[in-house]
T-cell receptor
Framework: QQQVKQSPQSLIVQKGGISIINCAYE??????FPWYQQFPGKGPALLIA???DVSEKKEGRFTISFNKSAKQFSLHIMDSQPGDSATYFC???????????WGAGTKLIIKP | ETGVTQSPTHLIKTRGQQVTLRCSSQ?????VSWYQQALGQGPQFIFQ???????GRGNFPPRFSGLQFPNYSSELNVNALELDDSALYLC????????????????FGQGTRLTVV
């Protein structure tokens, strides 16, 4: 019940395209859903986060879509750029106390 | 760059040894969380310290222990190292306003790469 399942494991997108990464969770007590971006040799950095009282949140080219009934949430990266090439993790927690349960990660490659 | 620093950056230990990893939290932060990230996997929550007290623990054995100091820096200690302990160890610091009262975004350090041989 503590798992967060993330897909796909890897993704190749052409420059300018839309990158979509999906996550599903089981624990209905989760109420904080962040996405992190990690570059090689670096720690994860918070990209965008959502709470279940909204179905969508947008920050620049990054959008989270949240489906509470399906227990799924996804990250959309619009106009994907080579600089977006990184590993992306979804996560979930009860409250934003950062006792996070993480997905396995998606390695995103944006082809020029 | 975040204000969270971890030391050392890389470490090689022998199975059965003990190791101490250190984390200096961002100025003004009072909470430190530790995560283990095996190669190619997502981080796994080890434990969290809030104002020098353990404030939650993941599914890790007691040989993983920690400390938080009055300046809110933290240590992660691992005894009786096993080969499977080889991983990137991440710490994240945040400011919790009070228990259950919300908190700021957590910032991660660059991690300590531990290799057990």
């Amino acid at each position: 019940q503590q798992q967060v399942k993330q897909s796909p494991q890897s993704l190749i997108v052409q420059k300018g395209g839309i990158s979509i990464i999906n996550c599903a969770y089981e624990n209905t007590a989760f109420d904080y859903f962040p996405w992190y971006q990690q570059f090689p040799g670096k720690g994860p950095a918070l990209l965008i986060a959502i709470r279940p009282d909204v179905s969508e949140k947008k920050e620049g080219r990054f959008t989270i879509s949240f489906n509470k009934s399906a227990k799924q949430f996804s990250l959309h990266i619009m106009d994907s750029q080579p600089g977006d090439s990184a590993t992306y993790f979804c996560a979930a927690s009860r409250g934003s106390n950062y006792q996070l349960i993480w997905g396995a990660g998606t390695k995103l490659i944006i082809k020029p | 760059e975040t204000g969270v620093t971890q030391s050392p950056t890389h470490l090689i230990k022998t199975r059965g040894q003990q190791v101490t990893l250190r984390c200096s939290s961002q100025s003004g932060h009072n909470t430190v969380s530790w995560y283990q990230q095996a190669l190619g996997q997502g981080p796994q929550f080890i434990f969290q310290y809030y104002r020098e007290e353990e404030n939650g623990r993941g599914n890790f054995p007691p040989r993983f222990s920690g400390l938080q100091f009055p300046n809110y820096s933290s240590e992660l200690n691992v005894n009786a190292l096993e080969l499977d302990d080889s991983a990137l160890y991440l710490c994240a610091s945040s400011l919790v306003f009070r228990q259950g009262g919300g908190n700021t975004e957590a910032f991660f350090g660059q991690g300590t790469r531990l290799t057990v041989v």
